[in-house]
């Protein structure tokens, strides 16, 4: 069964460090999201990405987030620098289409970042 | 005010018993109605999902949507150990694939 794919799945960094994740969707997956989800909440959209184009980063803390899906396939979301409360859940999510009336989301099993 | 508001509290229940969760929401924009679920250390996963008000039934799952009163509701019927995890209520509108999460509710089944 095809599966979206994350890594790491654990992450230790001190605060002001560069922290990355990656994310490789469901094979043919034209939409990528990245969510954040602290402990205790709901999952909260921080970018989507149809192909390699940005559709909506509005909730992205372009300060310090980076997202970019190059080819249309793959993904990395970077912090820098990591603060205290960048300590969640980074889900990564993808779609077949962008049609949100059959167009099931399949979320990777989440990278836990732990900040110190 | 919250898009989307779930009472986060978890929730024992014996095995057999009915589970019953909701959410209610705000944005009249809503359309698409959906409940996920998350085990431990994993992704959400859908679970429901509906489109128009009423009750859909997905085996022991019975979700329902009333836009009128912008609530919208999971039972889980004959309740097992193995449906112990945190159930997320999760909404979207027209023409956008963005979804509004609620808080998730932690449910425990005991055998």
């Known amino acids: 069964e095809a599966e979206v794919a994350q890594s790491p799945r654990y992450k230790i960094t001190e605060k002001s460090q560069a922290v990355a994740f990656w994310c490789d969707p469901i094979s043919g997956h034209a939409t990528l999201y990245w969510y954040r989800q602290i402990l205790g909440q709901g999952p909260e959209l921080l970018v989507q990405f149809q192909d390699e184009s940005v559709v909506d980063d509005s909730q992205l803390p372009k300060d310090r987030f980076s997202a970019e899906r190059l080819k249309g396939v793959d993904s990395t979301l970077k912090i820098q620098p990591a603060e205290l409360g960048d300590s969640a859940m980074y889900l990564c999510?993808?779609?077949?289409?962008?049609?949100?009336?059959?167009?099931?989301?399949?979320f990777g099993p989440g990278t836990r970042l732990t900040v110190l | 005010q919250k898009e989307v508001e779930q009472d986060p509290g978890p929730l024992s229940v014996p095995e057999g018993a009915i589970v019953s969760l909701n959410c209610t929401y705000s944005?009249?924009?809503?359309?698409?109605f959906m409940w996920y679920r998350q085990y431990s250390r994993k992704g959400p996963e859908l679970l429901m999902y509906?489109?128009?008000?009423g009750n859909k039934e997905d085996g022991r799952f019975t979700a329902q949507v009333d836009k009128s009163s912008k609530y919208i509701s999971l039972f889980i019927r004959d309740s097992q150990p193995s449906d112990s995890a945190t159930y997320l209520c999760a909404m979207s509108g027209w023409g956008n694939n963005r979804l509004a999460f609620g808080k998730g509710n932690q449910v425990v089944v005991i055998p």
């Open positions: 999510a993808s779609s077949l289409k962008r049609d949100p009336v059959e167009d099931e989301q399949f």
């Open positions: 944005n009249s924009a809503f359309q698409y």
């Open positions: 509906t489109y128009s008000s």
